[in-house]
């Protein structure tokens, strides 16, 4: 079946710019996950939906950085007044929930640049 | 502060060897323990998860968790080329999410 997707796959802007991620989970997966990794680096969790639940916000680094899940399916992360540090690879996962909870399957990811 | 750590690598290993990866992490509570394989480039792809204490074996791989000692490995037998990549190995702590680790990167030379 499907995968997770994410879109772009690639985003390059300018330096005070807003972006906007998209990802879409597996269907039926009711908990989606946002992570960001740089260069090298491990994967830092950013932000988590489960179902109906308020989310763990977290892993957000600044309140520049904000993600909405409309209808318990697709999800936005929207980053305002990007910095060049938030330059990196944005990748979503989803999982079933319950005791699939940790089993997470990764999108292909959002290589942001920020110029 | 709960961590997972894992010796950054390059691990290098000969065709047809079997490759060992270590993970320890400091939550003696956590019970669920995953590894993922990311090829340069790729997200990270889900290839194992182990639950109880002892080994889980799934054709090549066999995931070891070591509750006492707080470790986790991950064997790779009979290694292929195409098993060169970065392995992350993540925990769960009971709070709904996983912490990763930063990754072995492993070679399997010809």
């Known amino acids: 079946g499907a995968g997770v997707s994410q879109s772009p796959s690639n985003k390059v802007t300018e330096k005070g710019k807003d972006v906007e991620l998209r990802c879409d989970p597996i269907?039926?997966?009711?908990?989606l996950y946002w992570y960001r990794q740089s260069l090298g680096q491990g994967l830092e969790f950013l932000i988590y939906?489960?179902?109906?639940?308020?989310?763990?916000k977290s892993g957000l680094p600044s309140d520049r950085f904000s993600a909405e899940r409309t209808g318990g399916s697709v999800s936005t992360l929207t980053i305002q007044r990007t910095q060049q540090e938030d330059s990196a690879v944005y990748l979503c996962?989803?999982?079933?929930?319950?005791?699939?909870?940790?089993?997470?399957?990764f999108g292909p990811g959002t290589r942001l640049t920020v110029t | 502060q709960k961590e997972v750590e894992q010796n950054s690598g390059p691990l290098s290993v000969p065709e047809g060897a079997i490759a060992s990866l270590n993970c320890t992490y400091s939550?003696?509570?956590?019970?669920?323990f995953f590894w993922y394989r990311q090829y340069s480039g790729k997200s990270p792809e889900l290839i194992m998860f182990?639950?109880?204490?002892g080994d889980k074996e799934d054709g090549r791989f066999t995931a070891q968790l070591n509750k006492a000692s707080q470790y986790v490995s991950l064997l790779i037998r009979d290694s292929q080329p195409s098993d060169s990549a970065t392995y992350l190995c993540?925990?769960?702590?009971?709070?709904?999410?996983?912490?990763f680790g930063t990754g072995t990167r492993l070679t399997i030379i010809p």
């Open positions: 993540a925990a769960f702590f009971g709070n709904e999410k996983l912490t």
């Open positions: 182990i639950y109880s204490n």
């Open positions: 269907s039926g997966h009711t908990a």
């Open positions: 939550d003696r509570g956590s019970q669920s």
């Open positions: 996962a989803s999982s079933k929930g319950g005791s699939y909870l940790y089993e997470q399957y």
């Open positions: 939906f489960q179902g109906n639940s308020a989310p763990d």
